[in-house]
């Protein structure tokens, strides 16, 4: 798998924090480091959903495709009213994103297998969509930082995809990469605004 | 790795008596119900007497009804395994049965399929039967049933049919849940060109449904209300990722679609071939074509079947197997290769006999033995093939990287053959390969080896030549002579022998041996004619001599020279032939004329030669090449017979010039325009219109070098210059003086005197002599507006007061200050300086140890000039501390040799540093003790440093460094 140069290093010292449990830390650094890393994160997500589309042929690959229609019901979607969203406790608010990205590393790692057999001549999309799954771990454990720096409880890791995955057809399977990649944008951007507002709650 | 599964569904239905009533014909409608009672009547009769017919052949009564039908549904495959039992059949009876199956779409009565399948039924066997559709399962329910008939040949047509089984329903579609659209089938696999039946599913018939291959629109036909089939013919390989097929449901915008992976026609291997190479093994190849495209869907695999044997082997590489023979029991082989893939399999057969297969081993152990300068015994082994088969070898010689022999050779086990007509001392290499001699089939690879043929004596005599010089009287012979070819010289020279014999007195032969690979010798001979033989060695023997003579008479009779013009590929020479017998001609030349080492060159020719043609890489544009012409006399004596000279390539324009002097009675002319130092050579010709005279003796020419003259026009203007400026100088010497070393004032003039006094600055003390320890006091009469005159007058002589024995029992800190300054140092060191005045720059404290003579020329001349011309008061200039050191002189001497210049050479240029002040600070007015060196005065020129009777105080620039100086009266001091 290849990465953008920065990207390791970047993960891996946002990774850090976490491993430090116990310590009574303040929730802004962590706060910091989760906000820096889901900009960075977003500046990625139409760029995978791009070539994730590219590589599945019409109709997927036709100039503006978009199926919002389309729905994954073990991904949690991330779309929610604003007056719901502001509304959100410091705990329902950080839960909702742990578990959308919970699911998402899950749903990644789906989609890098589907892709693997389906598009196995392409190294790119299996980099990207292997790269995003990391970084999606990355956020998890850096929003668990938070989430300790906050006193909250960390939710349990639990299996997201269940049973479904194996009868599915290509076409569904496509689809399925779809939705997921899609998601990740939209729950990356969703996490930024989280973050931003968490940030501005807990200044450093 | 992407596995397609079918998913067997395993249904059973309960038997349905309605349906059982129901008589269906072949074409599966229904008759009315009047005309069955006609038919059932006529049915029963004729099966009553059937049954009367038949018990004579059959035990069992007919029909045997199928039972217990099972319909399993591979939707991968889009087929329906149907698999029954007969019940009621005897114990270990066989009953040749057929069965009537019909399968109906969407309802019973729309039968689509009605097939008879024959087959021998034995007790309790489970009967299996499959049917592929060709619109995918899931788009509709189909319905199954069945009926047995006899079929035995005895019995006639028609048949009598037994009773159908109930309706089996076949829907797949209940189990795939309820999503309000679904396009069936899913993942389909097919090979390029064939037709795909493809439809979708609806939940509800309201919805307006598009559906799209590869993008483009595409229309079906409606099968029911909810479900569309689409009849896609003739599909194209478009990419391995496959074509993708999808339907949009508006409003709702649900996407379904279908992967069609559509694979490239499996290929049938090629030039499928066995062979074996010990009898043991057989190594099959085939070439498999092309890929399918769709390598991780459809992996190809390779079966080998041989049908005698009945054994079987599943390949493991796509392109080769190996199979063991078995060549005691089994000659012929019948291999069948059986390539597949889920959508195809394809099979070529191959028969043949074993050992008409054999490609044998590559021919080892390739010896050469008994190797003689023309003949070698080559052998080698070969891999044994059976009982001991024959082998046709082939054989090839290389010479110089060509075949120069090719020869066959029947082998059992060794090979041998004797290579003939070789060159002595040459490299061969020589290849050997075998084939099945009774059946070729194919050669073994080459094995090659190479040799050496051994050496013979050199065949042919060494061409000599020799160069005959005169030193000193004495005569100086070198003989030349070319190495000999490869051929001539049959193994490696290991040297020449020269062998002389003197044929004038006694016979005496004197042998020289020179090692190879020298190519000449020097001999100082006698006057006497000697006869030379030359023979080249080597390890085996020796060649035949050559032999050259030289006569008594160096023979360097005056032929005239003539010329010969050369072309691009040489000078053409021609020459008279000779009446008397010669044995051939010799032509000799230098090939670097201008080099004095020459590097002669010969060509020997035979003796009817009379021309030739001189080539030499080595031949140069513009330079002048002279032939020699010998012939060779029956005793071996070479003759000069003629002279040749000429250019290879005659150099127009400036290099080689051409003049014409078109006046006839012009008797010089000069050649202009020659580089110096350099070699000419010019040669003067008459012609007419006719053309050019003979050709004439050059005349040498050496130029002169350049430099010199060169030199001679740089140097008289510069010494011519100098010159100038001495007289210059010298006529101006009195302007000199005035510039370079101005008259120091009369310090008692000095308006700063008057300064320091008015201001009573109470910091700024005369020196007190009696702070200082003078050791010698000179006293000067003083005699204001008379100074002029001293130089005229004899200086007075000072007098000098010994005050101390010695400067060492001065005790403690001396009251004694010493001051230096630098600046003056400066303008006295550079004699001829720059006009004295406020100091710019103070040098560096090294600037200071300068001759302390120059100081005191240059002071002395100063101080002179200064006394009368410089008015007093002008501060602008400088003036030196004056410390005439004990050191400078003897002391003992000093009072009885005063006047010794050198005992007041030591001046020390010398800061005010008052007492007790660490750093000289910004304008600091000497203390009393503050005195300054003058220089010498006028009548003190020449005599001892003392203290003048005047007082001088130092006023410090700001800086601290630069002094100017003013003058106080008081003493001046010397000081150690």
Redesign the interface.
């Known amino acids: 798998l290849r990465f953008p140069p920065a990207a390791p290093l970047c993960l891996l010292t946002l990774l850090l924090p976490p491993l430090r449990p116990g310590a009574p830390i303040s929730p802004a650094e962590p706060i910091s480091q989760a906000y820096s890393l889901a900009l960075y994160m977003q500046k990625n997500t139409s760029t995978l959903l791009q070539t994730y589309l590219q590589?599945?042929?019409?109709?997927?690959s036709?100039p503006g495709f978009s199926?919002?229609?389309?729905q994954l019901s073990s991904l949690p979607p991330a779309t929610v009213s604003f007056k719901t969203w502001h509304a959100l406790d410091d705990g329902e608010r950080l839960g909702h994103a742990q578990g959308a990205f919970l699911a998402l590393t899950q749903h990644l790692q789906l989609v890098g297998d589907d892709q693997r057999?389906?598009?196995?001549?392409s190294p790119i999309l299996l980099a990207q969509l292997g790269a995003a799954r990391l970084r999606a771990q990355g956020l998890l454990g850096n929003m668990a930082a938070i989430m300790t720096a906050l006193g909250l409880p960390i939710p349990p890791e639990e299996d997201t995809l269940g049973v479904v995955a194996f009868g599915a057809?290509?076409?569904e399977r496509?689809?399925r990469g779809y939705v997921v990649t899609r998601e990740y944008g939209h729950w990356t951007d969703r996490a930024v605004k989280d973050l931003a507002l968490l940030k501005a709650k807990y200044p450093g | 790795m992407f596995v397609l599964r079918g998913v067997q569904r395993h249904l059973r239905f309960a038997q349905r008596p309605d349906l059982n009533e129901k008589f269906y014909k072949m074409s599966g409608k229904p008759e009315p119900m009047a005309v069955f009672s006609v038919f059932q009547t006529t049915f029963l009769l004729a099966l009553l007497s059937l049954r009367m017919y038949q018990s004579q052949v059959f035990s069992e009564p007919l029909p045997l009804a199928p039972k217990s039908l099972e319909i399993s549904i591979d939707s991968t495959h889009q087929r329906l395994h149907l698999q029954w039992r007969v019940h009621n059949l005897a114990y270990h009876r066989e009953l040749k049965m057929v069965f009537q199956i019909e399968i109906s779409r969407i309802k019973t009565s729309n039968v689509i399929w009605v097939e008879n399948y024959s087959t021998t039924v034995k007790w309790n066997q489970v009967l299996r039967w499959s049917w592929e559709s060709q619109l995918p399962l899931e788009c509709t329910q189909h319905f199954v049933r069945m009926r047995s008939g006899a079929a035995d040949a005895q019995i006639p047509e028609p048949r009598f049919w037994g009773d159908w089984t109930s309706w089996e329903e076949v829907a797949v579609q209940s189990s795939l849940g309820h999503h309000p659209l679904s396009v069936f089938p899913k993942d389909k696999l097919v090979e390029e060109g064939s037709n795909v039946t493809v439809c979708y599913v609806s939940r509800s018939h309201h919805n307006n449904i598009s559906c799209y291959l590869e993008g483009i629109q595409i229309h079906g036909e409606q099968l029911d209300p909810n479900v569309c089939v689409f009849h896609l013919n003739n599909v194209p390989f478009i990419r391995d990722t496959g074509t993708n097929m999808y339907c949009k449901m508006d409003p709702g915008g649900v996407i379904k679609g279908i992967v069609l992976f559509v694979s490239k026609v499996f290929e049938e291997p090629k030039d499928f071939s066995c062979e074996t190479r010990d009898l043991k093994t057989l190594s099959c190849t085939w070439d498999p074509g092309k890929d399918t495209g769709l390598l991780t869907q459809l992996s190809p695999s390779y079966t080998l079947f041989e049908s005698f044997s009945g054994k079987k082997v599943i390949c493991t590489h796509k392109s080769w197997c190996d199979w063991q023979a078995a060549p005691d029991s089994q000659e012929m082989y019948n291999f069948t290769l059986t390539a597949g893939n889920d959508l195809r399999k394809r099979s070529v057969h191959l028969l043949f006999n074993l050992t008409h297969r054999v490609h044998p081993m590559a021919p080892f152990n390739v010896l050469f033995k008994n190797v003689s300068p023309t003949n070698a015994a080559m052998t080698w082994r070969v891999h044994s093939i059976g009982n001991y088969s024959t082998l046709l070898c082939q054989v090839e010689l290389y010479g110089e990287g060509k075949v120069i022999q090719k020869q066959n050779v029947s082998v059992v086990a060794n090979g041998e053959l004797l290579v003939r007509n070789l060159e002595p001392y040459t490299e061969y290499v020589a290849q050997v390969r075998c084939a099945h001699a009774s059946h070729f089939w194919r050669w073994s690879e080459w094995t090659r080896d190479n040799f050496t043929t051994a050496e013979a004596a050199p065949s042919e005599a060494p061409d000599v030549w020799r160069e005959v010089k005169s030193v000193q009287g004495h005569r100086v012979v070198t003989l030349f002579w070319k190495p000999l070819s490869k051929l001539q010289a049959k193994g490696k020279i290991l040297f020449y022998n020269v062998v002389l014999e003197n044929l004038d007195g006694p016979s005496t032969m004197k042998l020289l041996s020179i090692p190879a690979p020298a190519n000449c010798t020097e001999l100082a001979l006698d006057h006497h004619s000697y006869q030379i033989h030359v023979t080249a060695n080597n390890s085996v023997g020796t060649s035949p001599a050559a032999v050259i003579t030289l006569s008594r008479d160096p023979g360097n009779k005056d032929v005239e020279e003539a010329r010969v013009k050369g072309t691009k590929d040489g000078f053409s020479l021609s020459w008279k032939p000779q009446p008397r017998d010669v044995t051939g001609y010799i032509v000799e030349w230098c090939e670097h004329p201008r080099d004095p080492r020459c590097d002669l060159q010969w060509k020997s020719l035979g003796p009817n030669t009379t021309s030739t043609v001189v080539s030499s890489d080595a031949f140069r544009p513009g330079v002048r090449y002279n032939f020699r012409i010998y012939g060779i006399s029956t005793e071996r004596i070479p003759y000069l017979l003629e002279k040749k000279t000429g250019y290879s390539q005659e150099l127009d324009g400036s290099v080689c010039c051409k003049y014409k002097i078109d006046n006839p009675k012009q008797k010089t002319f000069v050649v202009q325009n020659l580089q110096p130092a350099s070699f000419y050579e010019f040669f003067l010709t008459p012609y007419t219109s006719a053309g050019e005279g003979p050709l004439g003796t050059f005349t040498k020419v050496t130029t002169q070098d350049e430099y010199s003259r060169i030199l001679i026009r740089i140097l008289v203007p510069m010494i011519l210059c100098i010159l100038l400026l001495t007289i210059l100088c010298y006529l101006k010497s009195q302007w000199m003086k005035e510039k370079c070393y101005p008259d120091i004032p009369d310090p008692y003039k000095s308006s700063v005197l008057s300064l320091i006094k008015s201001k009573e600055n109470p910091r700024l003390t005369i020196m007190n002599v009696k702070d200082c320890v003078p050791d010698a006091i000179e006293v000067i009469n003083k005699r204001e507006g008379a100074r002029k005159s001293l130089i005229e007058t004899e200086p007075t002589k000072p007098t000098y007061l010994h005050l101390l024995p010695t400067e060492k029992s001065y005790p403690g800190p001396g009251p004694c200050i010493c001051f230096e300054n630098f600046t003056y140092n400066q303008a006295a060191s550079e004699s001829c300086g720059p006009v004295p005045g406020p100091p710019k720059e103070q040098p560096s404290q090294l600037g200071l140890l300068t001759s302390s003579e120059n100081v005191l020329k240059a002071l002395g001349k100063t101080y002179v000039n200064s006394l009368g011309e410089i008015p007093a008061g002008e501060t602008n200039l400088n003036y030196v501390s004056q410390l005439a050191s004990p050191l400078c002189g003897d002391k003992s001497s000093l009072p009885t040799n005063p006047p010794e210049p050198a005992l007041c050479s030591e001046y020390k240029m010398q800061m005010a540093i008052p007492m007790g002040l660490a750093s000289p600070p910004s304008i600091t007015p000497l203390d009393e003790g503050a005195a300054a060196h003058s220089p010498c005065p006028p009548r003190s020129s020449g005599s001892r440093c003392a203290a003048h009777g005047e007082q001088f105080a130092q006023v410090q620039s700001e800086r601290g460094r630069a002094g100017r100086w003013t003058l106080h009266p008081g003493w001046n001091f010397q000081c150690q």
């Open positions: 590589y599945q042929g019409s109709p997927f036709d199926a919002p229609e389309l057999d389906l598009n196995p001549g057809s290509a076409f496509k689809c």
